[in-house]
């Protein structure tokens, strides 16, 4: 079969894929096998995380900067909360905006949460000409899970949701590498420099990589501990809402390349936020840097939150990756 007839036929699929009648056309869609599969840099583990909706590694939405005790100096001010309650409720849907505020830095449809100390000028971010281009040889793209015991509240986790995307972009013509070690097993407090340890190797060994996608998933909660879950309506389906956080240097670590890696979110949002309303949180611009100096294209993006539910998270990485693609039109 010619490569231009593979083309036509993989287009009109994903056409379906995206805008079938019903949300289980849509995240059921087989790749076709005769397409280039994204490679697997890591075994599946040989004991999976455990995917306990009621015994996960929830974490919180980010509070003012204060670094937690055990946290990695300048990596990760995140922890580890006890446990949600057998007897909790299931959880609510919230559709989450801006809510205004000097943090809130607003420039159209694209607003910054701004955590850090720094004066960040939205005319400069938004005038900033984007000029990233993808290599014609070799891997194009990283995803990684930082902390890849992060689940959801009925099944599966980020892990699956990294590899639903892996498809998805190889099946338009990216070349992508998925790290699908578990990097925050046996010791939460350390991923951030063990997945820092696996980022470097792997760029080490392709240096073509100018994307790195760390994919996680929020975890949002009320002062009385229940459970919210982030939703966008989409095509009168339900999408998990997703979110860019961009690190900084602001907590003393080097890290030049935010400016450029904030860009980078900035024209994915411009894309998504026009595209499908309401699917997007606002950019969370943080003290810490998050790895995010290893390439000029570093990422975390969080693919919804404990209380939504797979397939919600799944059409939401869907969505993400159209719009990726509208970014980087010829990836090869």
């Known amino acids: 079969m010619s490569r231009g007839i593979i083309s036509l036929i993989t287009a009109a699929l994903l056409t379906w894929e995206f805008y079938g009648p019903t949300l289980t056309s849509t995240l059921f869609f087989e790749l076709d096998a005769s397409l280039p599969k994204a490679v697997y840099i890591a075994d599946e583990p040989a004991e999976p995380p455990e995917f306990n909706p009621l015994k996960i590694l929830a974490i919180p939405t980010p509070a003012p900067y204060k670094p937690a005790e055990s946290a990695e100096p300048g990596m990760s001010d995140e922890t580890v909360p006890a446990d949600i309650p057998e007897d909790g409720e299931e959880p609510q849907e919230v559709t989450l905006r801006s809510p205004g505020g000097t943090t809130f830095l607003t420039s159209g449809d694209i607003v910054i949460h701004n955590e850090t100390r ?172 998050f790895n995010q100096h290893a390439t000029r294209g570093s990422l975390i993006l969080e693919v919804g939150a404990l209380g939504n539910d797979m397939a919600e998270a799944m059409l939401a990485i869907e969505l993400f990756a159209q719009g990726f693609a509208e970014l980087f039109p010829n990836p090869r």
């Open 118 to 289: 720094i004066n960040v000028s939205m005319d400069r971010v938004m005038s900033r000409e984007f000029t990233m281009k993808l290599p014609n040889d070799g891997p194009q793209i990283l995803i990684v899970h930082t902390h890849a015991s992060e689940g959801y509240w009925d099944w599966g986790g980020v892990v699956e949701v990294g590899k639903r995307l892996a498809e998805l972009l190889t099946a338009r013509g990216f070349n992508v590498l998925h790290d699908r070690t578990v990097y925050d097993r046996p010791n939460f407090s350390s991923s951030y420099s063990s997945a820092l340890e696996g980022i470097t190797k792997t760029l080490k060994a392709n240096p073509s990589i100018q994307i790195v996608l760390d994919i996680h998933r929020d975890a949002i909660t009320t002062s009385e501990g229940n459970v919210r879950k982030p939703i966008a309506m989409v095509g009168g389906n339900r999408a998990a809402q997703l979110m860019f956080v961009v690190g900084t240097n602001n907590s003393g670590l080097p890290h030049d390349n935010w400016p450029l890696n904030l860009s980078l979110a900035v024209q994915l949002q411009k894309i998504l936020a026009l595209r499908h309303p309401d699917l997007m949180r606002p950019i969370n611009l943080r003290r810490e840097r």
